[in-house]
C-alpha cells in the first residue's frame, strides 16, 4: 500500500534542493549569460586607435596640400636646405648656473617663487626661445649642407667608408656657425636667470642694454666657452645619432624603407634620447663655465684668467654640478627635437634622418 514513485516525486520535487539531471541540462541552456561589464581599458583603446587615425589622416592631408604648393623637393637643392633649415628651427636651470644659491631644486622653486611668483620661474623664457630657434635653424640645416658638402669632397665611397668621421666634421662645421647666432641671447638669458629680480625685463630691452655699456663685444664675451660647450655636444649628438639609428634599422627585420612613418618617427625619438645622453655628459663642464663666466666674468679680465678665478672657485666637482638632472632634461629633450625634425621632414614629403647611406653625388 506504498505510494507510487510518481506520486513521491511530485510531492517533494519543490523541496528538493538539486534539481535534476533532465531539468539542469534544461535550464543550463537557456540560462542568460552574463551581463557584460563595461571596459575601460577597452573603450580608451578603441577611442585612441579612432582618434590617432584621425590624427593621421588630417595630416597626411595637410602634407598633400603643402607638397602641392611647394612642389617636389629633390634633396640636396636649396630649397631642400631651406625646409631643414625651418625644421630645426621647430624642433630646438638656473641650479647650475648658481649652486651656492640654491642647495636643491625645490628649494630653488621655492625661492625663486617666494622672490618673484611664480612667473620668476619661467624667467628666461624669451631669450632661449629666440636663441635656440636660430640656433636649431642654422644648426640642423646647417649640418645636412655639410653633410652633403664634405660627402661630394671625399666622394662616395670614403664617405661611407669613413661617415662617422664626416658626420662629426659636418655638425662641428654647422654649429660653429649656429653659436654666432646663439651667444647674444644666451648672454642676455644666463644675466636675467643670475639676479633676483631678473636685470632684463625684456630680450631684446637687454640686448640694447648691453651694447650700450658694453658694446657688440658684451655679446660675445661667452662666445668661446659656447663654442667649447656646444661644439662637442653637437658633435655627440648628430654622430651618435646616425650610428645609433643606423644600429636600430639594423636590428629590425627588414631595412628602413619598410617600416611606416610612424614607426620611422619612434625610431627617431629613441635614437634621439640615447643620443641625448652622451650630448649630456659631454658638454655639462663646459656649459657650467659657460653659465658662470656670462654671470662673473669682471670687465676687462682675459679669457683664460676668468676661467681660472672661476675653476678655482668651484672646483673640479662644481663642473659637475646638476648633471643628473641634465641627463633627463638633455635626453628627453633631444628626443623630441628628433622626432619633431623627422616629423616635419615627413610632413615636406623628404626621407627621414639616418638609417642609409650617405648620398651620393649627382
Known amino acids: 500500500m506504498l505510494p507510487s514513485e510518481s506520486h513521491i516525486v511530485s510531492a517533494l520535487a519543490p523541496h528538493y534542493p538539486l534539481p535534476r539531471v533532465e531539468e539542469y541540462s534544461q535550464s543550463s541552456s537557456t540560462r542568460r549569460k552574463p551581463f557584460p561589464a563595461w571596459s575601460v581599458i577597452d573603450d580608451t583603446k578603441k577611442s585612441a586607435d579612432a582618434l590617432a587615425k584621425e590624427v593621421t589622416r588630417e595630416f597626411n592631408v595637410a602634407s598633400e596640400k603643402v607638397q602641392a604648393r611647394t612642389g617636389h623637393i629633390e634633396p640636396w637643392t636649396p630649397k631642400y636646405y631651406a625646409s631643414c633649415t625651418f625644421g630645426g628651427l621647430l624642433a630646438c636651470c638656473r ?14 622653486f621655492r625661492k625663486i617663487r617666494g622672490a618673484e611668483g611664480l612667473r620668476g620661474v619661467f624667467t628666461g623664457w624669451s631669450p632661449t626661445f ?5 640656433q636649431g635653424a642654422f644648426k640642423y640645416g ?6 652633403k658638402f664634405y660627402s661630394d669632397l671625399v666622394g662616395a665611397e670614403n664617405a661611407n667608408r669613413w661617415k662617422t668621421s664626416l658626420y662629426l666634421a659636418a655638425s662641428a662645421s ?3 656657425i649656429a653659436d654666432v647666432a646663439l651667444c647674444p641671447f644666451e648672454s642676455v638669458k644666463v644675466r636675467t636667470q643670475t639676479t633676483i629680480p631678473p636685470e632684463f625685463r625684456s630680450t631684446f630691452s637687454g640686448i640694447s642694454s648691453v651694447v650700450s655699456k658694453e658694446g657688440v663685444a658684451g655679446l660675445y664675451k661667452g662666445l668661446y666657452p659656447l663654442w667649447g ?22 636590428t629590425l627585420p627588414g631595412q628602413k624603407s619598410d617600416y611606416n612613418k610612424g614607426a620611422q618617427t619612434g625610431v627617431a625619438f629613441t635614437g634621439g634620447y640615447l643620443a641625448g645622453i652622451l ?4 658638454s655639462h663642464p663646459a656649459d657650467v663655465m659657460v653659465s658662470k663666466l656670462n654671470a662673473n666674468r669682471q670687465a676687462g679680465e682675459a679669457f683664460g684668467a676668468a676661467m681660472s678665478r672661476i675653476y678655482k672657485d668651484i672646483g673640479f666637482k662644481g663642473l659637475w654640478n646638476g648633471l643628473p638632472v641634465r641627463i633627463v632634461m638633455i635626453g628627453t629633450l633631444t628626443g623630441l627635437q628628433w622626432m619633431i625634425y623627422d ?18 653625388k649627382k
Open 95 to 108: 641650479r647650475q648656473v648658481d649652486p651656492l644659491l640654491y642647495k636643491s631644486n625645490m628649494e630653488a
Open 130 to 134: 629666440f636663441g635656440y630657434s636660430a
Open 142 to 147: 646647417g649640418y645636412e649642407y655639410f653633410k
Open 174 to 176: 654647422a654649429e660653429l
Open 229 to 250: 660647450r656646444q661644439i662637442p655636444y653637437t658633435m655627440m649628438k648628430f654622430a651618435s645619432f646616425e650610428t645609433i639609428v643606423e644600429m636600430i634599422y639594423n
Open 279 to 282: 650630448c649630456a655628459v659631454v
Open 343 to 360: 616629423s616635419f621632414k615627413i610632413f615636406m614629403g623628404l626621407p627621414t634622418t639616418g638609417g642609409g647611406p650617405v648620398a651620393e
